[in-house]
């Protein structure tokens, strides 16, 4: 009987265990993955960034807190500001961003007729 008790509590240790791994590391790779930059008040392309600004020094915490402007770099050309208006969220994706512009008239500069827009690094 002692024996069977022993074996259990390892076997029970050890689903415990598997199962607990996956659920870690699924989550660490999702948010790696996305990046949610929150919904800045407008989001100009400066070609080698972007420039976000926030209106207010709470901005997003993912993107530059106590600051009203906020800059990611991105791989291209310096040039003019072309502005992206005021996504409801943009997202860093890995390979690309997502910018939920919330209704179909979405931005002229940005992707006009769609919701979402992708801008691929």
Known sequence: ?????????????????VAASPVAEEGATIAKR????????????QGNRFKLNF????????AC?????????????QHGDVSLGNPDDMVDEGNRWRLNYGSTSG??????????CYIYK
């Open 107 to 116: 931005h002229p500069n940005a992707c006009d007729g769609h919701y979402i």
């Open 65 to 77: 807190p106590g600051h009203y402007i906020c800059y990611i770099p991105r791989n291209g050309n």
């Open 55 to 62: 209106g207010s020094t709470g901005g997003h915490p993912n």
């Open 1 to 17: 009987m002692r024996f069977s008790i022993t074996r259990l509590a390892i076997v029970a240790a050890a689903v415990t265990a």
């Open 34 to 45: 996305e990046t949610s930059y929150g919904n800045p008040d407008l989001v100009t392309d």
